[in-house]
């Protein structure tokens, strides 16, 4: 399968001298559902701006679709659908009106748009909705409309920047229903970006971390998660800042206990076989007489990746984990 998006060294710095983008290089392969996660700042939406030939970047070489990003800004325009953060839906019009619009800013001919909208509208499920002024819309149905306006010429390579972000639970998994379904039945390549870490979870089957404006691992879910290695056990002590330099020491001289992390909570431990060696931690702090305040521990997750990498978490309103119930289908 061959690169639909390839960056070398990308740099973009800021007028202000803000270093956005540093030096990152990643390939996409075509057909592929590729992610790139990170916390707010971290450089996501400026790539995806410069990939989308929005923001010209300030060194370093991409390939977008088969074209370079620097002679061939406007072929590759005509391959790529967008859709940002913000909704670029016009109140004033119809459902059905706004994708009309597009399709006309797309020269599609008359008989090809109007089979191609009443497509789009059956996708996003706005049959019902779609002669209605979509002022009157709900915000997910904003979205789902939004989405449906970037696929109306039938792009080869989608971009989406964080596009379930302030949805509700329903209409984020109806959207991640839909770009399922365009991912695996129509083989549309779709580059992610996201600010929830099951969102890209769930539909990535690449991803590439970003933090401070440089990509700091990347690899499938699954892959990612294997390289931790160990489950994660987060530690709350009653007197964490008396206690944890006591509390390291006797964690570090556990047998299976693979890392002490440092975290929001007093301490997260790295060890296989967690729901086992947890009588133990107990029974090793009771006996030093170090308070537990609470203890828990789950399998890995990309939030325990990012930790690894960087040395701290994603603090919450940086990048919110969205409810497993929500998933629903098979975990990657």
């Known amino acids: 399968m061959s690169d639909i998006i390839t960056v070398n060294n990308l740099v973009e710095v800021y007028s202000d001298g803000t270093k956005a983008v540093d030096d990152i290089s990643f390939n996409v392969k075509e057909g ?23 923001l010209r970047k300030t060194s370093g070489s991409a390939i977008v679709a088969g074209h370079d990003l620097d002679k061939k800004p406007e072929e590759i325009r005509k391959l790529i659908g967008v859709q940002s953060q ?22 599609l001919p008359g008989a090809e748009l109007k089979q191609r ?4 509208l059956k996708l996003v499920e706005l049959e019902d909705a779609a002669d209605k002024r979509a002022r009157n819309y709900s915000g997910g149905m904003k979205k789902r409309l939004d989405l449906a306006s970037a696929l109306v010429h039938r792009p080869k390579l989608l971009f989406l920047d964080e596009p379930t972000t302030g949805l509700d639970p329903q209409s984020r998994a ?23 870490m099951e969102e890209a979870d769930k539909l990535c089957r690449q991803l590439s971390i970003i ?46 206990v693979t890392n002490v992390i440092d975290s929001e909570e007093c301490l997260i431990v790295y060890a296989k076989n967690a729901g086992l060696i947890i009588a133990d931690i107990v029974r090793a702090f009771d006996s030093s007489g170090i308070q537990l305040s609470s203890v828990s521990f789950s399998s890995p997750t990309l939030d325990d990746i990012f930790l690894q990498h960087t040395g701290r978490r994603i603090r919450p309103e940086e990048l919110v984990k969205t409810p497993s119930a929500m998933l629903g289908g098979r975990r990657r």
């Open 211 to 256: 933090d401070f404006g440089k990509v700091v691992v990347s690899g499938s879910p699954a892959e990612l998660k294997r390289q931790v290695g160990a489950d994660s056990i987060k530690l709350s002590l009653e007197n964490c800042s008396k206690d944890k330099p006591s509390a390291k020491d006797i964690l570090s001289s556990l047998e299976g």
């Open 174 to 196: 109806a959207i991640w229903a839909y770009l399922e379904k365009l991912n695996k039945e129509e083989g549309t390549t779709i580059f992610l970006t996201t600010q929830y």
């Open 86 to 107: 913000e909704t670029a839906v016009d109140g004033d019009l119809t459902g059905r009106e706004n994708l009309v619009l597009q399709g006309h800013f797309q020269q």
């Open 32 to 54: 592929e559902f590729f992610g790139f996660l990170g916390p707010n700042g971290a450089g996501k939406s400026t790539t995806i701006k410069i990939l989308t030939t929005l």
């Open 117 to 120: 909208v009443r497509e789009l």
